[in-house]
């Protein structure tokens, strides 16, 4: 689940997802709304 979080994270927003384990779920959020 993480995996395709940063994967779609990187490909969709340009987030650095890939780096931020621990700030991962924030990202998720994120990506969550964009969704």
Do not use: F, H, P, T
Request: aromatic fraction near 6%.
């Amino acid at each position: 689940e993480l995996k395709q979080y940063q994967k779609w994270d990187r490909s969709k927003r340009g987030l650095e997802c890939a780096i931020c384990m621990a700030e991962c779920e924030d990202a998720k959020k994120r990506i969550d709304e964009v969704r």
